[in-house]
C-alpha cells in the first residue's frame, strides 16, 4: 500500500532554514507527481510545491517562489522541501502527496514552527 512518510519539522527562527523530507513507498515512485502542501492553524490546506515525475517540471505557490526548492531522489524514493528564508507566515504542518488515477494519498505531516 502507499506510503508517506514525512520528517524534518522543527522550530526555526526567522530567516533560517529546513530540509524537510517525504520517504514514499507502496507504489512506482519514478512515475507519479509528487507534492508538498501546508495547513496552518485555522486555514485550508494549500500546495507548496508540485515536482514531475522525472523531475524536470516543477510547480511553486507564490508565497514561496524563490524561498522554496522541491526535488526528488529516485534511487531513494524520496522527494524534498528545501525551504530558505523562513517566515512566521512559513508555520503549518506539512504534508507530503501523490495522485494516483484521482485518488490523493497523504503523509501524516511534519510541523513547521517559525518564531523567535
Known amino acids: 500500500q502507499v506510503q508517506l512518510v514525512e520528517s524534518g519539522g522543527d522550530l526555526v527562527q526567522p530567516g533560517g532554514s529546513l530540509r524537510l523530507s517525504c520517504a514514499a513507498s507502496?507504489?512506482?515512485?519514478?512515475?507519479?507527481?509528487m507534492s508538498w502542501y501546508r495547513q496552518a492553524p485555522g486555514k485550508e490546506r494549500e500546495l507548496v510545491a508540485r515536482?514531475?515525475?522525472?523531475?524536470?517540471?516543477?510547480t511553486y505557490a507564490d508565497s514561496v517562489k524563490g524561498r522554496f526548492t522541491i526535488s526528488r531522489d529516485k534511487v531513494k524514493n524520496t522527494v524534498y522541501l528545501q525551504m530558505n528564508s523562513l517566515k512566521p507566515d512559513d508555520t503549518a504542518v506539512y504534508f507530503c502527496?501523490?495522485?494516483?488515477?484521482?485518488?490523493?494519498?497523504w503523509g501524516k505531516g511534519t510541523l513547521v514552527t517559525v518564531s523567535s
Open positions: 502527496n501523490t495522485r494516483h488515477y484521482g485518488t490523493d494519498y
Open positions: 507502496g507504489f512506482t515512485f519514478s512515475i507519479y507527481t
Open positions: 515536482i514531475s515525475s522525472g523531475g524536470g517540471s516543477t
